[in-house]
T-cell receptor, first 112, second 116 residues
Framework: GEDVEQSLFLSVREGDSSVINCTYT??????LYWYKQEPGAGLQLLTY?????DMKQDQRLTVLLNKKDKHLSLRIADTQTGDSAIYFC????????????FGAGTRLAVHP | GAGVSQSPSNKVTEKGKDVELRCDPI?????LYWYRQRLGQGLEFLIY????????KSGLPSDRFSAERTGESVSTLTIQRTQQEDSAVYLC??????????????FGDGTRLSIL
């Protein structure tokens, strides 16, 4: 079945780069997403990548996709305290509608 | 507003009572999703609506849970005879819903449900 896994916690120093990793099992995934959730709020779409790409950059965010290994990562350059949040990886399969399978989320803590 | 709106933002109720949660999707979004997020956990899919098609109810955890949506408008999620394990944040999302295309889901801020 479909499954998405993430490490649960990451701690980084302010100004350093953060790398959040995700693995998925559905080889037919078409789009992969990163969402950010701040305390008490819903999920905010950060970025996405289509499965025929291996990299996408958007300002401080870089998404890397290794389709062979079914591995997705999100790199945040120059991490700031405002980046502290939970980051969810999600995949959309090839068939049917836009049902997304979410990972359990990685809690990013940024310390001075 | 321009985003997905959910109400109430917080709901505290006694075990055994029924609750109704509301979601107002983004205008023009034909697809609507409900998720449950227990404390410290990821998102658990509950139900999906797409236009006038039959909803995908495969994620509903028991027959105490039901949801309705009329057309492409507001949806309500109802939990009957609430139990303490129903305590969670209930998130609603909507998208344009076109098949096999990049239509990311846009989320509301959720309803935090606490069962005493």
């Amino acid at each position: 079945g479909e499954d998405v896994e993430q490490s649960l916690f990451l701690s980084v120093r302010e100004g350093d780069s953060s790398v959040i990793n995700c693995t998925y099992t559905d080889s037919s995934s078409t789009y992969l997403y990163w969402y950010k959730q701040e305390p008490g709020a819903g999920l905010q779409l950060l970025t996405y990548i289509f499965s025929n790409m291996d990299m996408k950059q958007d300002q401080r965010l870089t998404v890397l996709l290794n389709k062979k290994d079914k591995h997705l990562s999100l790199r945040i350059a120059d991490t700031q305290t405002g980046d502290s949040a939970i980051y969810f990886c999600a995949e959309k399969g090839a068939g049917g509608y836009n049902k997304l399978i979410f990972g359990a989320g990685t809690r990013l803590a940024v310390h001075p | 507003g321009a985003g997905v709106s959910q109400s109430p933002s917080n709901k505290v109720t006694e075990k055994g009572k029924d609750v109704e949660l509301r979601c107002d999707p983004i205008s023009g979004h034909t697809a609507l999703y409900w998720y449950r997020q227990r404390l410290g956990q990821g998102l658990e899919f509950l139900i999906y609506f797409q236009g006038n098609s039959a909803p995908d109810k495969s994620g509903l955890p028991s027959d105490r849970f039901s949801a309705e949506r009329t057309g492409e408008s507001v949806s309500t999620l109802t939990i009957q005879r609430t139990q303490q394990e129903d305590s969670a944040v209930y998130l609603c999302a909507s998208s344009r819903g076109q098949f096999n295309s990049n239509q990311p889901q846009h989320f509301g801020d959720g309803t935090r449900l606490s069962i005493l």
